[in-house]
């Protein structure tokens, strides 16, 4: 089937990892599939060369009245890509695009997925609020990440659909115990306070001087006054010769393997892809139990550690448990490696294939 995706870009977080996985596997199944972008640059992923990409250009002034221009034009910039491509499905990505996307193919006969990539059941602002649960009855479907997000959603918007994170990563064969001393965290350092890094230093801070061999590392990209942010947090709380900012790692599999524990400190999350890459990869991982995503991900003590929700006191406990209990770690790690695979790209895109399939036949 002609397959046409929409992202605002493709600079490397999440969501787009997603979309980078999911358009490689269906072209490689015999879609025709493009990719559009909502601005013109190289794409941190690396696409598929089957993936025909199309990309806007980058004109927009600083005025509110050249703000106003270049929104009209973007809803007409989606109809003729559509138009043009003549799609058997439309499928966008992540809520500030859906709602765009939706209110653009307006009267065009074409089904649409509006794909989701953060939670409903969390406080929200207004006219996020307005665009998750009122514009999204305008598409066929809405996918939802998680069994909580589901629920919650299914009497609100009759079209949602589940629809899981693919795993990007294959998971390792053996568990490989000879690993670097250092905790992992990965995240975007521009949402710092949301992904609770601030809290992470400090819980690390706490017990950082016990296991003075041992280091906690956040990977991921962000602006220089987020980075310095939270530089000036680790010197403030004496870690810094115990704490490092290793930027956005492009192997991020291989910094997986080398490293020992990953810890999802999250105050919310979608769903949490990180969390199944690095227990792909043989971390031994421990998640606050916020909302929605990790619960569903990890079995307590089985594949991971589920600590109470911002609770502090938990995390760094945990943290030193897992330090000073190699069987532990192995344990939760070898059980990890196996529990990830009910999230291999086959069988995600196999549900992916269902839905368009469905939407197409209705």
Request: charge should be positive.
């Amino acid at each position: 089937m002609k397959l046409l995706f929409f992202i605002g870009t493709m600079r490397g977080g999440g969501a787009e990892r997603v979309m980078a996985i999911l358009t490689d596997e269906l072209a490689k199944r015999g879609h025709e599939v493009t990719l559009v972008t909502m601005i013109t640059e190289q794409p941190f992923y690396i696409l598929n060369k089957r993936i025909k990409l199309r990309q806007r250009r980058n004109r927009r002034g600083n005025s509110f009245m050249a703000r106003i221009i270049h929104r009209l034009n973007t809803y007409f910039f989606i109809r003729k890509m559509i138009k043009s491509e003549n799609p058997s499905v439309v499928i966008s990505f992540m809520w500030h695009l859906n709602s765009i996307v939706l209110t653009s193919t307006v009267f065009l006969k074409v089904p649409i997925i509006a794909s989701e990539h953060s939670a409903f059941d969390i406080e929200l602002p207004f006219i996020k609020r307005i665009k998750k649960f009122h514009v999204n009855k305008l598409a066929d479907k809405v996918t939802v990440l998680t069994e909580h997000d589901f629920e919650f959603m299914k009497d609100r918007l009759k079209n949602v659909y589940l629809m899981p994170n693919p795993l990007a990563f294959k998971p390792i064969e053996k568990y490989n115990a000879q690993r670097q001393k250092n905790i992992i965290a990965v995240g975007n350092i521009d949402r710092f306070i949301g992904k609770g890094f601030d809290s992470l230093i400090k819980i690390w801070s706490e017990i950082a001087f016990l296991y003075p061999d041992w280091k906690l590392q956040i990977a991921g990209k962000g602006t220089l006054q987020n980075i310095k942010n939270l530089q000036n947090i680790a010197k403030q709380y004496h870690v810094s010769k115990q704490f490092e900012l290793i930027g956005q790692i492009q192997n991020l599999a291989l910094k997986f393997r080398e490293s020992t524990i990953f810890i999802l400190s999250s105050k919310y999350e979608g769903f949490g892809m990180v969390l199944i890459e690095a227990m792909s990869q043989g971390c031994a991982c421990i998640s606050y139990d916020c909302k929605t995503g990790p619960r569903e991900i990890i079995t307590h003590n089985v594949d991971g550690i589920l600590v109470d929700d911002q609770n502090m006191e938990a995390m760094k406990n945990a943290i030193s448990d897992l330090i000073e209990n190699s069987e532990k770690r192995t344990f939760l790690a070898e059980n990890a490696i196996k529990s990830v695979k009910r999230f291999s790209v086959k069988k995600i895109v196999d549900k992916w294939e269902m839905l368009l399939n469905e939407v197409i036949t209705k």
